[in-house]
């Protein structure tokens, strides 16, 4: 049995992760703000991941096999979890983005070599705690998170540059529900004029992974993605309704999943570690249909 910490985790693909620790026998504890009770079954404390005193009282003579961070998104915190939690846990696991590619505007799929965070540039003061600053620099506060992580070689990190994810039930992000309510509307679905593809991942997928790189050794980034890539055209097409109507753009708002460059990213070093990780076109239709369910 192992002892693991989840630091946020209320939903989506988290909250998934949680579930699959759970039925393996981990002993699990969640930690958050108190927003939400974890499922039953794991150990609930409330602190304010922020607030480093806070955080390090609530986990006062706590150690962990492993800690997966759900809610790192600044350097600020990361720094935080990194002082609290060194010394009380051998492999600490953060959900990092596909975003942190954001500026590497490839033809191919990108390795994480890409961006190393050991070279990334980490300022602090920028002002992280405002939501529309950090909603703006979302891709930059990751960078800079993986890069406070990557500064303490003795901290034993990993980073999961999650793929964008599709699927579930439970979907909070509306971008498959924007293109049904197009297709039935008959509104035009804005996209670039030359509108690249981008690498996925089944939200049950991310949570195996997730599950799977707890029980690893390796470190530092690593790109979880599902085989192959998807265009707006192939996801449109797997939604009813319709006919689909495009239209181009040069620059401003696009629909989401339409994207000015590429943002493909390359899973063969999970794949030599050893996860196996599906093809993204096999389990669209699925995702489609959990997603958007009877009234689509």
């Not at 806070?54 to 998104?73: I, P, T």
């Not at 994480?112 to 600053?133: G, H, I, M, S, Y």
């Not at 406070?148 to 003795?154: T, Y």
């Not at 449109?236 to 989401?256: L, M, N, T």
């Amino acid at each position: 049995m192992r002892d693991v910490l989840v630091i946020g985790g209320n939903r989506y693909f988290g909250k998934r992760l949680i579930d699959r620790l759970l039925a393996a026998g981990d002993r699990v504890t969640v930690l958050n703000r108190g927003s939400a009770p974890p499922p039953a079954g794991a150990v609930h404390l409330v602190a304010d991941r922020d607030d480093e005193r806070a955080l390090a009282e609530a986990l006062d003579g706590r150690v962990f096999d492993a800690v997966v961070d759900q809610v790192c998104y600044t350097p600020r915190q990361a720094a935080i979890a990194r002082r609290v939690l060194s010394g009380r846990t051998p492999r600490y696991v953060m959900t990092s983005t596909v975003e942190v590619y954001e500026h590497q505007d490839s033809p191919t799929a990108v390795t994480e070599d890409a961006v190393d965070p050991r070279e990334v540039a980490v300022d602090p003061e920028l002002p992280w705690d405002e939501p529309e600053f950090l909603d703006a620099h979302y891709g930059e506060g990751k960078r800079q998170a993986e890069a406070v992580l990557a500064a303490a070689p003795a901290f034993p990190y990993t980073a999961v540059r999650v793929a964008h994810v599709l699927g579930g039930d439970d979907d909070f992000t509306g971008r498959l529900a924007h293109y049904a309510d197009r297709l039935r509307t008959g509104e035009p679905i804005t996209v670039p004029a030359t509108n690249h593809p981008a690498t996925y991942i089944h939200v049950e997928e991310i949570a195996d992974f997730l599950f799977w790189a707890v029980g690893q050794e390796f470190t530092g980034p690593v790109n979880a993605a599902s085989h192959g890539t998807l265009t707006t055209d192939e996801i449109v097409a797997r939604i009813p309704g319709g006919p689909a109507r495009f239209q181009e753009v040069e620059a401003g708002e696009v629909s989401p999943f339409s994207f000015f460059r590429s943002y493909g990213m390359d899973n063969s070093r999970a794949t030599r570690l050893g996860f196996a990780f599906t093809d993204a076109r096999q389990w669209l239709p699925q995702a489609v249909a959990e997603t958007l369910g009877k009234d689509h």
